[in-house]
Protein backbone atom coordinates (compact mmCIF):
# COMPACT_ATOMS: atom_id res chain seq x y z
CA UNK A 1 0.00 0.00 0.00
CA UNK A 2 2.61 2.33 0.71
CA UNK A 3 4.79 1.65 -2.58
CA UNK A 4 0.97 2.64 -4.43
CA UNK A 5 0.91 5.69 -2.16
CA UNK A 6 4.42 6.53 -3.73
CA UNK A 7 3.86 5.67 -7.32
CA UNK A 8 0.63 7.04 -7.46
CA UNK A 9 1.83 10.55 -5.89
CA UNK A 10 5.12 10.56 -8.20
CA UNK A 11 2.57 9.88 -11.18
CA UNK A 12 0.41 13.01 -10.39
CA UNK A 13 3.37 15.21 -10.05
CA UNK A 14 4.49 13.52 -13.54
CA UNK A 15 0.78 14.48 -14.94
CA UNK A 16 0.85 17.67 -12.88
CA UNK A 17 4.40 19.11 -14.35
CA UNK A 18 4.01 18.01 -18.43
CA UNK A 19 0.47 19.87 -17.96
CA UNK A 20 2.47 23.24 -17.04
CA UNK A 21 5.16 22.59 -19.83
CA UNK A 22 5.19 25.80 -21.73
CA UNK A 23 5.62 24.67 -25.48
CA UNK A 24 7.78 26.65 -27.69
CA UNK A 25 7.52 27.89 -31.32
CA UNK A 26 9.90 29.78 -33.26
CA UNK A 27 9.30 32.30 -36.58
CA UNK A 28 11.54 33.84 -38.67
CA UNK A 29 10.43 37.60 -39.14
CA UNK A 30 12.68 37.89 -41.83
CA UNK A 31 11.46 35.20 -43.87
CA UNK A 32 7.96 36.77 -43.38
CA UNK A 33 8.69 40.51 -44.25
CA UNK A 34 10.54 39.03 -47.64
CA UNK A 35 7.43 37.41 -48.45
CA UNK A 36 4.93 40.35 -47.82
CA UNK A 37 4.60 42.10 -51.11
CA UNK A 38 3.73 45.53 -49.44
CA UNK A 39 6.77 45.61 -47.82
CA UNK A 40 9.14 44.96 -50.96
CA UNK A 41 6.96 47.44 -52.34
CA UNK A 42 7.90 50.27 -49.29
CA UNK A 43 11.26 49.18 -49.35
CA UNK A 44 11.65 49.60 -53.07
CA UNK A 45 10.69 53.12 -52.60
CA UNK A 46 13.04 53.58 -49.88
CA UNK A 47 15.87 52.11 -51.98
CA UNK A 48 14.67 54.38 -54.71
CA UNK A 49 14.83 57.47 -52.20
CA UNK A 50 18.34 56.29 -51.39
CA UNK A 51 19.74 56.00 -54.58
CA UNK A 52 18.88 59.50 -55.67
CA UNK A 53 20.25 61.20 -52.43
CA UNK A 54 23.19 58.98 -53.36
CA UNK A 55 23.57 61.07 -56.51
CA UNK A 56 22.84 64.18 -55.44
CA UNK A 57 25.61 63.85 -53.10
CA UNK A 58 27.70 62.45 -55.82
CA UNK A 59 27.15 65.48 -58.05
CA UNK A 60 27.70 67.87 -54.75
CA UNK A 61 30.81 65.71 -54.87
CA UNK A 62 31.90 66.00 -58.39
CA UNK A 63 30.83 70.02 -58.43
CA UNK A 64 33.05 70.35 -55.28
CA UNK A 65 36.04 68.70 -56.73
CA UNK A 66 35.94 71.10 -59.63
CA UNK A 67 35.45 73.99 -58.16
CA UNK A 68 38.64 72.81 -55.62
CA UNK A 69 40.64 72.02 -58.72
CA UNK A 70 39.86 75.12 -60.71
CA UNK A 71 40.86 77.40 -56.80
CA UNK A 72 43.95 75.53 -56.89
CA UNK A 73 45.00 76.14 -60.44
CA UNK A 74 43.74 80.07 -60.47
CA UNK A 75 44.78 80.30 -56.80
CA UNK A 76 48.36 81.75 -57.97
CA UNK A 77 46.36 84.54 -60.22
CA UNK A 78 43.66 85.07 -57.67
CA UNK A 79 44.04 88.20 -54.83
CA UNK A 80 42.22 89.84 -52.00
CA UNK A 81 38.77 89.39 -52.14
CA UNK A 82 38.96 87.51 -55.34
CA UNK A 83 40.93 84.73 -53.75
CA UNK A 84 38.67 85.14 -50.31
CA UNK A 85 35.11 84.68 -51.72
CA UNK A 86 36.84 81.22 -54.33
CA UNK A 87 37.96 79.91 -50.97
CA UNK A 88 34.62 80.49 -48.98
CA UNK A 89 32.86 79.19 -51.97
CA UNK A 90 34.85 75.99 -51.74
CA UNK A 91 34.46 75.84 -48.42
CA UNK A 92 30.97 76.31 -48.04
CA UNK A 93 30.21 73.47 -50.62
CA UNK A 94 32.68 71.18 -48.38
CA UNK A 95 30.71 72.09 -45.25
CA UNK A 96 27.42 71.39 -47.47
CA UNK A 97 28.25 68.04 -48.42
CA UNK A 98 29.41 67.01 -44.94
CA UNK A 99 26.14 68.49 -43.88
CA UNK A 100 23.80 66.34 -46.19
CA UNK A 101 25.92 63.22 -45.53
CA UNK A 102 24.88 63.46 -41.54
CA UNK A 103 21.34 64.33 -42.24
CA UNK A 104 20.70 61.70 -44.57
CA UNK A 105 22.82 58.55 -44.18
CA UNK A 106 24.26 59.55 -40.51
CA UNK A 107 23.26 57.27 -37.28
CA UNK A 108 19.81 59.80 -37.10
CA UNK A 109 19.69 60.37 -40.39
CA UNK A 110 16.94 60.95 -42.80
CA UNK A 111 17.33 56.85 -44.39
CA UNK A 112 17.48 55.55 -40.49
CA UNK A 113 14.16 57.64 -39.53
CA UNK A 114 12.59 56.47 -42.93
CA UNK A 115 13.43 52.66 -42.68
CA UNK A 116 12.25 52.70 -38.72
CA UNK A 117 8.75 54.34 -40.33
CA UNK A 118 8.94 51.90 -42.89
CA UNK A 119 9.20 48.78 -40.67
CA UNK A 120 7.41 49.81 -37.66
CA UNK A 121 3.92 49.34 -39.07
CA UNK A 122 4.60 45.49 -40.37
CA UNK A 123 5.86 44.27 -37.32
CA UNK A 124 2.84 45.56 -35.49
CA UNK A 125 1.17 43.63 -37.82
CA UNK A 126 3.43 40.63 -37.40
CA UNK A 127 3.79 40.56 -33.44
CA UNK A 128 -0.89 40.50 -33.95
CA UNK A 129 -0.15 37.79 -35.95
CA UNK A 130 2.77 35.93 -34.03
CA UNK A 131 -0.23 36.57 -30.86
CA UNK A 132 -3.01 35.03 -32.72
CA UNK A 133 -1.20 32.42 -33.67
CA UNK A 134 0.75 31.16 -30.38
CA UNK A 135 -2.83 31.92 -28.60
CA UNK A 136 -4.15 29.71 -31.46
CA UNK A 137 -1.82 27.06 -30.79
CA UNK A 138 -1.11 26.83 -27.01
CA UNK A 139 2.71 28.36 -27.25
CA UNK A 140 3.95 30.00 -23.95
CA UNK A 141 7.26 31.06 -26.15
CA UNK A 142 7.56 32.06 -29.03
CA UNK A 143 11.07 33.16 -30.82
CA UNK A 144 12.46 34.58 -33.61
CA UNK A 145 15.32 33.52 -35.25
CA UNK A 146 16.22 35.91 -37.57
CA UNK A 147 17.25 38.18 -34.66
CA UNK A 148 20.38 35.86 -33.54
CA UNK A 149 18.82 33.57 -31.92
CA UNK A 150 21.00 30.67 -31.91
CA UNK A 151 18.55 27.72 -32.61
CA UNK A 152 20.68 24.68 -33.25
CA UNK A 153 17.84 22.22 -33.81
CA UNK A 154 14.39 22.74 -34.89
CA UNK A 155 12.17 20.29 -35.53
CA UNK A 156 9.83 21.43 -38.80
CA UNK A 157 6.42 21.30 -36.99
CA UNK A 158 7.83 23.90 -34.11
CA UNK A 159 8.90 26.48 -36.63
CA UNK A 160 5.51 28.32 -36.89
CA UNK A 161 6.62 30.96 -39.41
CA UNK A 162 4.09 30.00 -42.28
CA UNK A 163 1.27 29.99 -40.04
CA UNK A 164 1.95 33.65 -39.17
CA UNK A 165 2.63 34.44 -42.74
CA UNK A 166 -1.08 32.51 -43.79
CA UNK A 167 -2.68 34.71 -40.77
CA UNK A 168 -0.72 38.02 -42.31
CA UNK A 169 -1.67 37.02 -45.77
CA UNK A 170 -5.29 36.08 -45.17
CA UNK A 171 -5.86 39.65 -43.46
CA UNK A 172 -4.30 41.53 -46.11
CA UNK A 173 -6.28 39.28 -49.18
CA UNK A 174 -9.70 40.89 -46.59
CA UNK A 175 -8.37 44.30 -46.73
CA UNK A 176 -7.49 44.02 -50.33
CA UNK A 177 -11.40 42.38 -51.02
CA UNK A 178 -12.63 45.15 -48.89
CA UNK A 179 -11.11 47.58 -51.12
CA UNK A 180 -12.66 46.57 -54.69
CA UNK A 181 -15.95 45.98 -53.30
CA UNK A 182 -15.85 49.52 -51.63
CA UNK A 183 -14.47 50.69 -55.16
CA UNK A 184 -17.48 49.00 -56.98
Do not use: C, H
Request: proline share 2%; glycine share 4%.
Amino acid sequence: MKNFKIVFTFVLFLLFSFGNAQKIGVVDTESILDKLPQYKEAEARLNSQIDTWQSDLQNLQSEYEKKRSAFENEKVLLVGEQLKLREKEVLDLEKNIKTTTSLRFGANGEITKLRTNLVTPFQDQIWEAIKAMSEKNGLGIVLDKSNNVNVIFLQPRYDYTDKVLDILLKGNDKNDKAKTKGKK
